[in-house]
């Protein structure tokens, strides 16, 4: 028997759900459609009330509760778009919620779990991970409340497959290709499910973040796969194991998968809020993010790209930025080692810096005794072929350097 969640499953989710999600609009840009000469539609999920797609599966496997189970309450584990979702639907049935997130997670998203809950939920911040807080949701379900899974349960999947059944309705005409983030694979799992139904020749893509392949690396080994480590910057598709029923659906919908490095994340994230005014989160941002690419691939189609939320902390602006300009070769760190006499910083002005080059950071305390002293330096290029002529110059004039990029701890530690 096909894992496929059946079409007119999706639409009874769909109808369940018509009472609280908005159906999101489905948009030409004109911008990404001129540049990759293709027809480039965005699916606006960032435009929900809790701004995600994830009030839909929350929200549909919730209303199919029994009284039994809305009256003793339900409960969740999440530091992002679920719990959000969650809350917002306890609020609207009237039940009572437990949300368990990390004691480290954002003041802003603990008090927007709030804000949509109300009175209805309750948060409790607990451990400094993920798997911190989903232990103890796992241990308030063995007492007795529901567990409301992020992703791996057919309701939750069924939910999310409704963002298929409206981009097919809005958009009649053939679709070539529909690019989605893919995190713990209920969005492409469901989505993925209607349009092999409905839309067998449109081509699925899924997306993941590069410090994150869950899905790619378990494709890849036809089994479902724990990776070691990730980098949790594209937090809403940020995922050590992918479900095992998203799995093997995933299996069946998706006919390619692609990486996107984080720091191109950034510069997407970037550009759409200065070009379109457009702010996104790090995972609403992916399907966008990958469209260079695959620039050979979608020349003349028709491309939906699913803007998955906008959830995003304003916080981490900085991070974002600095991201990007790594990424994009315009932002170096160094440490300098300075003579420590008088002039040293003004030859290194004078003669290392380009007319374009600019100094972003400086830190340097003098060191008695010694006849040079490190500085932490970081210089930014107008130009990715600026920085070799860069290093050419701190050769000739003899200054003694690391490049602190290319060292993670290093980075991390001091920058």
Do not use: W
Not at 121 to 128: H, Q
Not at 329 to 357: C, M, S, W
Not at 358 to 365: A, K, M, N, P
């Amino acid at each position: 028997m096909s894992p496929l969640i059946a079409a007119d499953k999706i639409e009874a989710a769909r109808q369940r759900i018509a009472s609280v999600v908005r159906h999101t609009p489905l948009m030409r840009n004109a911008r990404l459609s001129a540049l990759y000469n293709a027809e480039i539609l965005l699916k606006r999920e960032d435009l929900q009330e809790v701004r995600s797609y994830k009030i839909r599966g929350a929200y549909n496997r919730m209303s199919q509760l029994s009284e039994s189970q809305r009256a003793a309450g339900v409960v969740c584990a999440s530091a992002g778009n679920h719990a959000q979702g969650f809350a917002y639907a306890c609020h609207a049935m009237e039940i009572q919620g437990r949300v368990f997130m990390p004691a480290v997670t954002p003041k802003q998203k603990v008090e927007k779990v709030k804000l949509f809950g109300q009175q209805h939920v309750e948060v409790i911040l607990i451990g400094d991970t993920f798997d911190d807080a989903a232990a103890e949701a796992h241990r308030a379900a063995e007492e007795g409340l529901t567990y409301i899974p992020p992703f791996d349960d057919p309701a939750i999947i069924e939910g999310q497959g409704t963002v298929g059944a409206e981009i097919l309705e809005d958009h009649p005409d053939p679709i070539d290709i529909v690019l989605v983030a893919v995190g713990g694979g209920g969005l492409v799992s469901g989505l993925g499910s209607i349009f092999k139904q409905l839309s067998p020749k449109t081509k699925i893509i899924g997306i993941e973040p590069a410090g994150a392949p869950a899905m790619h690396d378990s494709l890849r080994e036809g089994k479902v796969v724990t990776l070691d480590k990730i980098d949790s910057f594209v937090d809403g598709a940020a995922v050590r194991r992918v479900g095992d029923l998203n799995f093997e659906i995933a299996q069946l919908v998706i006919d390619e998968m692609v990486l996107v490095p984080e720091g191109k994340v950034c510069s997407v994230m970037l550009q759409l809020y200065n070009d379109e005014g457009l702010v996104v989160e790090p995972a609403g941002a992916l399907s966008i993010a990958a469209l260079e690419q695959l620039a050979g691939e979608l020349r003349g189609k028709t491309v939906v790209c699913v803007v998955g939320g906008s959830n995003n902390d304003i916080t981490r602006t900085e991070e974002i930025r600095d991201r990007a300009m790594l990424y994009e070769g315009l932002q170096h760190y160094f440490i300098i080692k300075f003579p420590q006499r008088a002039g040293a910083l003004r030859e290194f002005l004078n003669n290392v810096l380009g007319p374009t080059d600019d100094i972003t950071h400086f830190e340097y305390t003098r060191k008695h005794n010694r006849e040079t002293g490190p500085a932490l330096v970081g210089l930014q290029v107008a130009h990715r072929d600026d920085y070799q002529g860069l290093l050419d110059r701190m050769a000739a004039s003899n200054f003694e350097y690391q490049v602190v990029n290319e060292q993670r701890m290093l980075f991390e530690l001091l920058v």
